[in-house]
């Protein structure tokens, strides 16, 4: 089983469009994240949510709105989509706060033209 | 977090060891030093992590200097698969947990 899976893997929209991505964990961590890697390959930390309290919102858009449901499920959703959101973003997850290891997804690549 | 410098590339022979050179002069005496690494079109790896003593697992060793100012990750056996980018990364325990990418060090293992 995938510890961190998102969904869609890819997708290619216009620019203007809503778009959703989600990420769920089954490792019962209660900590998780949205990273963005660009063109240049720089992974940059965008959300962190902590028992579905948001904890770091670094510099992103308002068009960029993240929703925890419960612990296991992070989802992205990403309102007028602009051709410089074309990304990979991966979600993440850890147990608690403090060192403890992040363990990633594989990513969802997000096309916008 | 503390900044760390790496080599942009490195090559390394299959079944030789490759070793990863990360300074990060500038790291505070609760940083701990992480390695991760990215084979292509994968997400981010966890590979090991220290304080100050060296530590080994089934996928590297991580030896850090006494002075914590460098630390090198060594694949004992490196295969075409250890191919990847490799980031150092010096983290503060209770930094909102998060990690902060540099630019890595991209591994390339050839035959």
Redesign the interface.
């Known amino acids: 089983d995938t510890a961190?899976s998102q969904t869609p893997k890819y997708l290619v929209t216009q620019m203007g469009n809503d778009k959703s991505i989600k990420c769920e964990q089954n490792l019962g961590h209660d900590?998780m994240?949205w990273y963005k890697q660009d063109s240049k390959?720089?992974?940059?930390?965008m959300f962190?949510y902590?028992n579905k309290e948001l904890?770091?919102n670094e510099t992103v858009p308002n068009r960029f709105s993240p929703k925890s449901p419960d612990k296991a499920h992070l989802n992205l959703h990403i309102n007028s989509l602009e051709l410089g959101d074309s990304a990979v973003y991966?979600c993440?997850s850890?147990r608690?706060?403090?060192?403890?290891?992040?363990?990633?997804?594989?990513?969802s690549w997000l096309t916008v033209v | 977090d503390a900044k760390t410098t790496q080599p942009t590339s490195m090559d390394c022979a299959e079944g030789r060891a490759a070793n990863l050179p990360c300074n990060h002069s500038t790291i505070s005496g609760n940083e701990y030093v992480y390695w991760y690494r990215q084979i292509h079109s994968q997400g981010p790896q966890y590979i090991i992590h220290g304080l100050k003593n060296n530590e080994t697992n089934e996928m590297a060793s991580l030896i850090i200097t006494e002075d914590r100012k460098s630390s090198t990750l060594i694949l004992p056996h490196a295969t075409l698969r250890d191919t990847a980018v490799y980031y150092c990364i010096v983290r503060v325990e209770n930094a909102g947990n998060m990690l902060t990418f540099g630019g890595g060090t991209r591994l390339m293992v050839k035959p």
């Open positions: 961190v900590t994240y390959k720089f992974l940059k930390i962190s902590n904890i770091i991966f993440a850890s608690g706060g403090g060192g403890n290891t992040i363990y990633f997804g594989e990513g």
